[in-house]
């Protein structure tokens, strides 16, 4: 059931992946959005197709239009001769002055955005729309920025200091259907739901993430399954497993 419903939900994760990276990580869980980052950007390249094409053809069709009348209307008045060449030069110019109307331009953003967006995706650093995320970080930003620094203090409170990390069985952790679990005094960056964990003795996939209070102290849960399967590496990291 959860494989269908993050199928289901693909359609709204493709959505999704248009929003600024930070906010991704609100994005509950079951939408799938880290996978939906490449065929997010490659449904707005075909957006920006489907927009420009048409819009090119009628802004060319008008130019040389334009370009025809004039020569017939100069040489109606014995101005000069009527010139092909001259004609077929104006409708040459059409792409450079097509991207210059408005059609033009969101054809432009939404291709470039779109193909920023598909490689950012396939090499494992998504973005969201850069037009969303410039204005998310001029709005939110700062205020975003004092915010994190305020929970990052409370949270290095219930933490309490650094130490090293443990490693439990998942049975002993109570997590099901996972090998191992790591116990971490801080939050590792990176580390989400489907990242691959390399390790010199096995290679892992995580799972989601838990959040205890263990003796007093709060503590990060990271569930590792063995990889045995064949499912694509979008993201990995590589990690010493302590004794």
Known sequence: MSVALRWAAFPLAMIAALLPHRLWRRVPSWIPIDDAVFLSGIATLMIAAAIGIPGFLAHAGATTSLANETMIAAEIQRKMDYNRGLVQGFAGLSIFTFVMTPVGL???????????????????????????????????????????????????????????????????????????????????????????????????????????????????????????????IRKSVHYDLPA
């Open 106 to 232: 969101l054809t432009l953003y939404l291709a470039g955005s779109g193909v920023l967006r598909a490689m950012s995706g396939w090499f494992g650093d998504p973005v969201g729309d850069p037009v969303l995320t410039g204005l998310d970080a001029v709005i939110f930003g700062a205020g975003e920025k004092r915010r994190e620094q305020r929970t990052h203090a409370r949270r290095e409170a219930l933490e309490g200091p650094e130490v090293a990390d443990r490693v439990v069985t998942g049975a002993a952790a109570g997590i099901p259907d996972c090998d191992l679990v790591v116990v971490s005094a801080r939050r590792k960056p990176g580390w989400e739901r489907g990242v691959v964990v390399f390790t010199e003795d096995a290679v892992y996939r995580l799972g989601d993430p838990v959040e205890r209070t263990i003796a007093g102290r709060l503590r990060t849960l990271y569930p590792l399954a063995e990889h045995r399967d064949l499912e694509a």
